[in-house]
């Protein structure tokens, strides 16, 4: 269990938030002088910027866009006095990759991993009643013994350069919400809720965690706040009678509400909405409260203009609404867990999520298509950096199952993304992988992991983890694109038949395929990049999929288009997109929301 608590920070008579977010200090140190020099104590020669933000695309200069090493934030916030006999914390949505944190002079903790909560326990060097300094150290180096993989090349300038192993841009910086937190000497720690359906009726299965000994009162209220269900004790069930289950785009929240007392009144309080709903995998079915439902969205990416992965609400809602316009249900959360913001919309509009670890990158190649595609590749996890990677794997893997388990939206956990699959090594460590994330979900979700080409049904060795099977395919584009289309279609045929013939007796889902495509390039015939060549192979896809009953899902590649690393493949970024980075629809857009359209009386 995580020393810390990665409950969402909320406000009450017991618990007090204050947000840090806004224009910070920032400073890069490319000569990592900065802990020597006393930076911890206050930024030399800053400049402004925001968080919660990504750096890179505020600055005209290569060198500061591209910039990777050590850089520095700094602010200052006044702490109430009332605060005085509070649990203090500092609470980063994410510091990426790797940060340690300042207070008022005082290292309090270091993190590695970019895309999860970092928590600081601040109580014994916090000033209340007057004006404390936060500082942060963060390093965005990439390497292979930590999540997401690359490298880390030194030019012949000394100047460091980011080199993913993955297709998608090395934002960093404080990209998510920053808060200062108080909570009671005794508060609730986390919790975990689990559902069954009988009949009409649900059990909601409750385990909660506190700092203390006191007892705890756990009330299940309806969506209007009058009272369901009430019970005592850490652990217990609460009977709901005549259940609202909570369904896709058909969402009903119920709210848990859990009270820590001592005999003479509260000591604490938390709450959060949560949706009464089952998922489990039966035959090559996905089954939500007992019933079938295709999975049909996107891959997605924090990515936007400006803000790089920098969270914003604006984005989120325009997101959400395209996706309902397209008749989209799902999304996958490529290729590292979102701000938790994404999830607690999600759970109000009805979406169904694949949570995905950032476990990207396990193939030596900037360019993970262009290895698989072409087989030249070392074989990742034979190197002596796997223990340490695994660690870091798993740790990811804890932190992310304790932070979103109990959100009704999340259905299942994605723990990789196109590694090497096809040696024994590979096996044995994704099994650990698996082996300690079914520890860490009180609901036992489905888990899986998104397979690349080169892992094919004949040679992969990890797809026997899978509680259903993931497949990243190209046919029609990496592989015989443009006048080979017909081609491509057999091809991707003759797999699919090679998979069928192993008779798993399991879901697939097609977890990405597409096209690049420039908007407003149109060509009769169709070309390769064109909006007319991406709809034909949309719907070459889509005869394929509907030729084999066991395929259960398509999330296409990508929800939008967005920034990678520039190179002699990418044209400002993988324009991959159904929609542009600035989220106007291309044609591609309407044949997905016909076809969904169309498939709604079937789900």
């Known amino acids: ?39 911890e104590n206050g930024l030399p020669a800053p400049v402004s910027m925001p968080v919660p933000s990504s750096f890179a695309d505020f600055f005209t200069d290569h060198k500061e866009r591209d910039y990777c090493g050590d850089f520095w934030y700094e602010t200052e916030f006044y702490l109430p006095a009332e605060w005085r006999n509070k649990k203090i914390w500092l609470r980063f949505g994410s ?28 109580s014994t060097v916090a000033k209340p009643g007057q004006v404390n300094q936060v500082v942060v150290k963060i390093n965005n180096e990439l390497n292979e013994t930590s999540l997401p993989c690359g490298a880390t090349k030194i030019l012949n300038n000394g100047r460091k350069l980011a080199k993913p192993y993955f297709d998608f841009f090395n934002y960093s910086g404080l990209q998510r919400s920053v808060w200062v937190i108080a909570l009671p000497e005794e508060s609730v720690k986390d919790y975990s809720v689990d559902y069954e359906l009988c009949g009409t009726d649900a059990l909601v299965k409750y385990e909660v965690v506190t700092t203390g000994e006191h007892p705890v009162i756990v009330r299940l209220l309806d969506a209007e706040g009058e009272l369901v269900a009430e019970t005592e004790g850490k652990e217990g069930i609460l009977q709901v009678a005549n259940a609202h289950l909570w369904e896709v785009r058909n969402a009903y929240l119920y709210q848990i509400v859990i009270l820590i007392t001592d005999g003479n ?13 089952t998922v489990r995998i039966e035959g090559t079915q996905i089954l939500l409260n007992d019933r079938p439902v295709y999975l049909k969205g996107f891959g997605k990416h924090e990515d936007f203009s400006i803000l790089g992965r920098g969270f914003h609400w604006g984005i ?81 893997t804890e ?33 650990e992988v698996f082996a300690a994330a079914e520890t860490y979900d009180f609901q036992s979700r489905p888990m899986t992991g998104a397979f690349e080409k080169n892992s094919k049904p004949e040679l992969c060795k990890c797809y026997p983890l899978c509680d259903f099977i993931c497949l990243n395919r190209y046919y029609g584009w990496y592989i015989s694109g443009g006048p080979e289309i017909e081609e491509a279609e057999e091809l991707f045929r003759d797999e699919m038949d090679r998979w069928k013939a192993k008779e798993l007796n399991v879901p697939f889902v097609f977890t990405e395929f597409g096209t690049d495509t420039m908007a407003g390039l149109h060509k009769l015939p169709s070309i390769m990049w064109s909006e007319e060549y991406q709809k034909e192979y949309l719907e070459m896809n889509f005869r394929v999929f509907d030729s084999y009953e066991f395929v259960q899902g398509e999330l296409a590649w990508n929800f939008a288009d ?42």
């Open 1 to 39: 269990m995580l020393e810390y608590s990665e409950l969402y920070p909320i406000q009450n008579e017991y618990r007090m938030m204050q947000s840090l977010d806004g224009m910070w200090k920032f400073q890069f140190d490319p000569e990592e002088i900065g802990k020597k020099s006393g930076w």
């Open 95 to 122: 510091i990426t990759h790797r940060g340690t944190v300042y207070c008022n002079g005082m290292e309090i903790t270091s993190h590695e991993g970019g895309f999860l909560p970092v928590l600081a326990d601040i």
């Open 265 to 277: 009144g509260v000591l604490d309080e938390y709450r959060e909405k949560i949706g009464i709903r």
């Open 316 to 396: 989120v809602k325009r997101d959400f609404e395209c996706l309902k316009w397209t008749n989209a249900n799902c999304f996958r959360t490529s290729h590292y867990p979102y701000a938790e913001e994404w999830y607690q919309f999600a759970d109000e509009e009805g979406f169904l999520i694949i949570d995905e670890v950032p476990a990207v990158g396990m193939m030596r190649s900037t360019r993970n298509f262009v290895a698989a595609g072409s087989g030249n590749y070392t074989y990742f996890f034979e190197a002596l950096t796997v223990p340490e990677l695994l660690k870091s794997h798993i740790a990811d």
């Open 399 to 431: 932190e992310m199952i304790t932070r979103d388990k109990n959100h009704p939206s999340v259905i299942a956990w994605s723990l990789f993304n196109e590694p090497e699959t096809i040696t024994d090594y590979a096996y044995e460590y994704f099994k």
């Open 562 to 603: 967005f920034q990678t690393t520039e190179g002699i493949m990418r044209v400002d970024g993988n324009h991959k997109g159904v929609f542009t980075r600035d989220r106007q629809p291309k044609a591609a857009a309407v044949v997905f929301k016909d076809r969904w359209e169309k498939k709604n009386e079937l789900f």
